[in-house]
């Protein structure tokens, strides 16, 4: 258990001659900005069961950050409740993979589940991911991020909580989702996509991605697939439902 801003609960840095193997661990930090697990520097981690807990504002689940940087996780349940929080994230080329009976669940506003952040990734098969923030979204993938998750399923019940969203944050970047095998793309709550593909502002070299197949995509309040900006949006269905509430202007693209 850690209390302070920025502390880690498990760190590794630089590459090892093998994975850190990190099992049935039960984790909590108190501290703005603390990751409750993370790495950088190419190291490898793999993470299996237990639980973590972050209670301060910007704090990580998990995070791995830099390039060659990994984090597979399997069978744990991460657990945030403070604002701009996030479960887990693959940042500056880190990777995180989600393996069955990954849990991800934020109350914070503005708390996303997962998320990938300049040129990340996030992929994985059987992750269950619930938010209740407003402005909470359950997948995240910006600055030339890519995430492919199979047989997931991610519901938003806060306003303005797309349950997927692409962001152009710059300009001549792709930003890649692909979801399949069953999963679920749910948002419950006012103004929020099930899926929302944002380019707007100086971007208008900038491409969204996604693609769906045997997926459901549902929007109880909002639209089901949104798209806002001059940037180019590329959406493709196969074998998919989806079901909105509302005109694809009622969206909130913040």
Same mark, same amino acid.
């Given at each position: 258990?850690?209390?302070?801003?920025?502390?880690?609960?498990?760190?590794?840095?630089?590459?090892?001659?093998?994975?850190?193997?990190?099992?049935?661990?039960?984790?909590?930090?108190?501290?703005?900005s603390?990751?409750?697990i993370?790495?950088? $520097?190419?190291?490898?981690?793999?993470?299996?069961?237990?639980?973590?807990?972050?209670?301060?504002?910007?704090?990580?689940?998990?995070?791995?950050?830099? &390039?060659?940087?990994? =984090?597979?996780?399997?069978?744990?349940?991460?657990?945030?409740?403070?604002?701009?929080?996030?479960?887990?994230?693959?940042y500056?080329?880190?990777?995180?993979? @989600?393996?069955?009976?990954?849990? @991800?669940?934020?109350?914070?506003?503005?708390?996303?589940?997962?998320?990938?952040?300049?040129?990340?990734?996030?992929?994985?098969?059987?992750?269950?991911v619930?938010?209740?923030?407003?402005?909470?979204?359950?997948?995240?993938?910006?600055?030339?991020?890519?995430? !492919?998750?199979?047989?997931?399923?991610?519901?938003?019940?806060?306003?303005a909580?797309?349950?997927?969203?692409?962001?152009?944050?710059?300009?001549?970047?792709?930003?890649t989702?692909?979801?399949?095998?069953?999963?679920?793309?749910?948002?419950? $709550?006012?103004?929020a996509?099930?899926?929302?593909?944002?380019?707007?502002?100086?971007?208008?070299?900038?491409?969204?991605?996604?693609?769906?197949?045997?997926?459901? =995509?549902?929007?109880?309040?909002?639209?089901?697939?949104?798209?806002?900006?001059?940037? &180019?949006?590329?959406?493709?269905? !196969? *074998?998919?439902?989806?079901? $909105?509430?509302?005109?694809?202007?009622?969206?909130?693209? *913040?």
């Amino acid at each position: 258990e850690t209390n302070g801003a920025t502390d880690y609960g498990i760190y590794a840095a630089g590459k090892g001659a093998a994975p850190y193997v990190i099992k049935h661990v039960d984790i909590k930090t108190s501290g703005d900005s603390a990751w409750a697990i993370g790495n950088i $520097g190419g190291s490898i981690m793999e993470v299996t069961g237990g639980r973590l807990t972050t209670f301060g504002t910007g704090a990580f689940g998990i995070q791995s950050a830099g &390039t060659g940087s990994k =984090i597979t996780v399997e069978g744990t349940a991460t657990l945030t409740s403070g604002a701009n929080a996030i479960g887990l994230l693959a940042y500056n080329g880190g990777s995180v993979v @989600v393996k069955a009976g990954t849990t @991800v669940t934020t109350s914070g506003a503005a708390a996303s589940g997962l998320s990938a952040q300049v040129y990340g990734s996030v992929s994985g098969t059987g992750a269950t991911v619930r938010t209740t923030g407003d402005n909470g979204y359950g997948m995240f993938v910006a600055s030339g991020s890519v995430a !492919n998750l199979n047989a997931s399923d991610i519901l938003t019940t806060g306003a303005a909580a797309h349950a997927a969203y692409l962001y152009a944050a710059t300009n001549s970047l792709t930003q890649t989702l692909t979801m399949s095998g069953g999963s679920i793309v749910k948002a419950t $709550g006012q103004g929020a996509a099930a899926v929302l593909s944002n380019a707007s502002g100086a971007v208008a070299n900038a491409k969204n991605t996604f693609s769906a197949t045997d997926t459901y =995509i549902h929007s109880v309040a909002g639209p089901a697939l949104a798209a806002l900006g001059t940037g &180019t949006h590329t959406m493709t269905l !196969n *074998r998919s439902m989806v079901v $909105g509430g509302s005109l694809a202007g009622d969206v909130d693209g *913040r």
